[in-house]
């Protein structure tokens, strides 16, 4: 898994991939065609190195074949686990021979399985009640504020539930923390959260209508 790979570990894959293949490309493009070029274009009477050469290049052809075959099997969980990656966790993404650097992002509820795929995190349940009033719907959204600044859901949104067992408006979710520490070292976010997975709201509040008049109200994004 992810995981358990240390720093070296993603350095050596990122360099390989993106700095050691495309170089080994390259050469092996030209070996391909000063071959080819050999064989159609070059007599073997008016030049007597043709077959040492020919021999050589496929030779290292075959050299280069066979160290990409074990280094792509050595590197290959980085292909599978890097796609999980996402801004919320790392502040760079290899390109060849250099990292594009971002800004981290704030976690949604997509990045909650990616953050989990990879193994790099533990997580830890929390509840948030904290400055959070519940206004009530209209006919297509439901408004709540947090402290003053108003907010609105779609009601199509599986994000709100209403239930007996909650007694004031609430979130709840998750917040990760980085296994390996280390891994701060290459761009990864040692804390990761709020997630928020689900915004709770009692029973007795369903169906509560809110008069909405007008005013600036922001989409929350989860």
Known sequence: MTGEKSVNEWLSAENYLYNVTPVLFI?????????????????KKEFKLKMPLLVGGLVMLAGMTFYLNIANTKH?????????????????????????????????????????????????PLTNSEGITYVGETEHLYYFKIYKKLYNI????????????????????????????????IGFKEEIGPLYTEFQLPKSMENQIYDHRGGKTEVFEY
């Open 27 to 43: 050469i092996g493009a030209f070996v391909l065609f000063l071959m080819i070029f050999l064989l159609l274009y070059v007599k």
């Open 76 to 124: 290959g969980w980085y292909r599978r686990e890097n796609v999980n990656v996402t801004s919320a966790m790392r502040d760079r993404q290899k390109k060849i021979f250099g990292y594009n650097y971002q800004h981290y992002t704030p976690p949604k509820l997509f990045d909650k399985a990616r953050i989990e795929a990879t193994g790099l995190y533990d997580s830890q």
């Open 154 to 185: 779609s009601k199509n949104a599986d994000f709100v539930v209403f239930t007996e067992e909650t007694v004031e408006p609430r979130f709840i979710g998750f917040n990760y923390t980085l296994k390996d520490k280390a891994l701060t070292e």
